[in-house]
């Protein structure tokens, strides 16, 4: 299969004189002078066999249009929770595990008979198990993502609302705390601890870590370093203004140069920068968008609320999580610090068949990155038929499944929703979860169009007003006929699932116009 970005990657096995004896993978001899084999190691010597990596970026070889990938791998290291950087051929790699989130349009190649199949389906439900290292650098392998608590709430693209519930956008970047700590001799010459503040942007740029050598044909970016950094890294400042504009919780700052090493004890969000999409007019007040004044670019923390309902399924190699488990008894709980070593991820898929298959391997499936239109129609989406007939002029179709080689799919009928108001939703989720009103035909693919404004898919942020009330959530699934969605409350975040028609949803974009 080939490998794509954000996967995680080991080094493949090879048989080579000398490879299973040197607790590394060792490329064939006529691959040693190939200088794209590998950045770092000139013995030809990919990882290690117990390390895994994530794929930064793929590249073709320099003056070939075909053939095999060039590679970029950053390797995470058990041992000393570093990362190492490598360039590697496309062969030399095997996928261990892959990014695949909630919502996604995936696809598996099925080859029987001699031939080759190939299945399309959307990402129903996730199940990742993750390897821990503690404070103490003992593993705790297996663990459910449901004991691991982000402490980084937010990513580029999260969509957030502001507190007062009048705007929602979405996250470009963010800034940190990092609380350094450094050793200084005393004027009675001892030591003593000092530590500094200091204010990053996400990508930590104005501090390099010493798990890298310094490189000094790269002055923006001395180590190479494009992963976040961790609490207990040992980092210098790229500049000396960095320590020197601190704000110094203890000590103060003594005028030493800017590669000093200081070890990091403390990370906290600080500010996020949002791109405010759209006002959420049709709030319980008469604001419009030309009234309701849009809020700062630039806020703290605290000022935003992340609609992420699917924020456990965040996590990549050397990340760090807060681990909470209370054991059955009661008497013992685990609250502490961890770092992630090794992840494995198995999704369910529903198929067009309708079909769900579930605990999939991420490594068997690829991302479809072909227009969901080239693929036919999927279990859920809404349909209309392709001409005029009053029979169907006032329903809505639900496919139910589809057959791609035969071109047809089973469809339920619905009556639409005409009024949004509460009684009337109540009444239209009622009879469609029961079935009273409705039937279900097979019909010809080509006879029917999809709905774009009516289909939903899961991971979606939605809203819905009646009665003047403002609902906010997340799509999470679909049943028979209506869309399951995770309302988020200004007073307590997301609490319970409610159902809605999707006819009184609409789908928040940077193009949704909601006045």
């Not at 990513?155 to 350094?180: A, E, P």
Request: negative net charge; glycine residues 6%.
């Amino acid at each position: 299969m080939d490998i794509a970005v954000d996967d995680i990657v080991q080094a493949r096995r090879r048989d080579w004189e000398g490879g299973a004896d040197s607790g590394a993978v060792t490329i064939s001899p006529e691959r040693n002078n190939n200088k794209y084999q590998s950045v770092d190691d000139e013995n030809g010597e990919i990882g290690q066999l117990n390390n895994f990596g994530r794929v930064c970026c793929i590249t073709e070889p320099e003056g070939q249009s075909s053939g095999s990938k060039l590679v970029h791998v950053y390797w995470y290291s058990e041992n000393d929770n570093s990362f190492s950087e490598q360039t590697v051929i496309e062969t030399d790699l095997e996928i261990v595990d892959r990014t695949i989130l909630h919502g996604d349009c995936v696809y598996m190649d099925i080859h029987a008979n001699g031939t080759k199949t190939r299945r399309y389906g959307f990402v129903v439900s996730c199940h990742i198990e993750v390897d821990v290292a503690d404070m103490y650098s003992r593993i705790h392998k297996g663990i459910a993502d449901k004991y691991l608590f982000q402490l980084q709430p937010f990513r580029v693209g999260t969509y957030v609302i502001s507190n007062d519930w009048k705007w929602i956008g979405r996250i470009i970047t963010w800034t940190n705390l990092y609380d350094i700590q450094f050793e200084t001799e005393t004027e009675e010459g001892g030591n003593t601890m000092c530590v500094c503040q200091v204010n990053v942007c996400a990508s930590a740029e104005e501090l390099f870590t010493f798990h890298f050598p310094q490189n000094d044909n790269n002055n923006d970016n001395i180590n190479g370093l494009l992963e976040p950094l961790r609490i207990g890294d040992v980092v210098g400042a790229v500049s000396e203004a960095t320590f020197r504009n601190a704000t110094w919780l203890r000590g103060e700052y003594d005028g030493s140069p800017e590669g000093k090493a200081g070890k990091i004890i403390g990370i906290s969000p600080n500010f996020v920068f949002v791109d405010w999409i759209r006002p959420l007019a049709h709030i319980p007040t008469s604001a419009s968008e030309s009234t309701v004044s849009k809020p700062e670019s630039r806020l703290s923390m605290d000022k935003v609320r992340s609609l992420c309902y699917f924020d456990k399924s965040w996590w990549n190699l050397g990340d760090q999580a807060r681990f909470k488990m209370t054991f059955p008894s009661g008497s013992t709980c685990i609250n502490e610090i961890v770092e992630i070593t090794r992840i494995r991820t198995k999704v369910d898929v529903q198929w067009q068949s309708g079909e769900i298959a579930h605990n999939i391997s991420t490594t068997k499936l690829k991302i479809n990155e072909n227009t969901l239109e080239s693929c036919g129609f999927f279990p859920y989406d809404v349909v209309r038929m392709n001409f005029n007939d009053k029979k169907y002029s006032s329903q809505i179709g639900i496919v139910c499944s589809s057959d791609v080689d035969a071109c047809t799919c089973q469809v339920r009928w619905f009556p639409s929703l005409v009024e949004n108001s509460f009684d009337k939703i109540q009444a239209c989720i009622e009879q469609r979860i029961s079935r009273s009103v409705s039937w279900t035909t097979e019909e010809s693919a080509f006879d029917l169009k999809l709905d774009p404004d009516l289909t939903f898919r899961v991971g979606d942020i939605v809203t819905s007003s009646h009665n003047e009330a403002l609902n906010i959530g997340e799509v999470i699934g679909f049943v028979c006929g209506v869309v399951k969605v995770a309302l988020n409350y200004p007073d307590k975040g997301y609490d319970g699932v409610t159902v809605f028609p999707p006819e009184s949803l609409i789908l928040i974009s940077e193009n949704t116009s909601l006045t």
